[in-house]
């Protein structure tokens, strides 16, 4: 089973083909509240962007019947706060396939996917921007009440410039979710800019 898992989120990380990092200013930006469409659930956070980006269907072809859906958005417009990127996936699991593994293979189901997920997103996400010399943090956090784990994977791009990919992944029974916001890692500001739109995140049922 587990050797199905990478292709879950890999599909995500073709999506986020980032062309480089710029320099921010040292000032907050205004946000607006955006609302994502997951398959089961919707994602609220403030963004320093609208996003207009339509839903991608990444549904991997064979997870023996434990995805149901998976939908990717990836949005590189400018934006007040010059992210990089902002990358948004989720992952719609079948409730009775995972709980049919009893609570002993459900944890191993669970561990095994977001381990795969954030192995293929590490090595995918580098090559597809060229980066380099990178190093991975994971940090555990809480989101509004949820449980979330966040990787902070920082590299240097292609023009040897030191970027942060932060990604924040929410584990569910029902539907994963799975953010990255893209910056420049000598910005202050972006960072900070970046830790305010992922705590701002609400997940609720459709």
């Not at 739109?197 to 997940?203: R, T």
Request: aromatic fraction near 6%; proline fraction near 4%; charge should be neutral.
């Amino acid at each position: 089973m587990s050797k199905k898992l990478p292709a879950l989120i890999l599909l995500i990380v073709c999506l986020v083909c980032i062309t480089g990092c710029s320099r921010l200013s040292e000032t907050t930006v205004p946000v607006k509240h955006n609302i994502i469409a997951g398959d089961a659930t919707e994602l609220k956070i403030d963004l320093p962007i609208q996003m207009n980006a339509k839903a991608q269907d990444l549904t991997p072809a064979d997870t023996q019947g434990y995805v149901i859906k998976q939908l990717g958005y990836i949005d590189r417009s400018k934006n007040a706060a010059d992210f990089s990127a902002i990358a948004l996936s989720s992952v719609h699991l079948s409730t009775d396939k995972v709980a049919s593994l009893g609570p002993a293979g459900k944890k191993t189901f669970m561990d095994s996917m977001e381990k795969s997920a954030m192995k293929s997103f590490t090595m995918s996400y580098l090559q597809s921007v060229n980066g380099s010399n990178s190093a991975v943090e994971k940090k555990e956090m809480t989101i509004n009440g949820t449980d979330a784990h966040e990787y902070i994977v920082a590299y240097q791009s292609k023009e040897s410039k030191p970027c942060i990919a932060k990604m924040l992944y929410i584990p569910d029974d029902t539907e994963v979710w799975i953010v990255v916001i893209d910056y420049p890692k000598d910005s202050e500001k972006a960072e900070k800019q970046a830790d305010t739109c992922l705590s701002s995140i609400k997940i609720a049922k459709k």
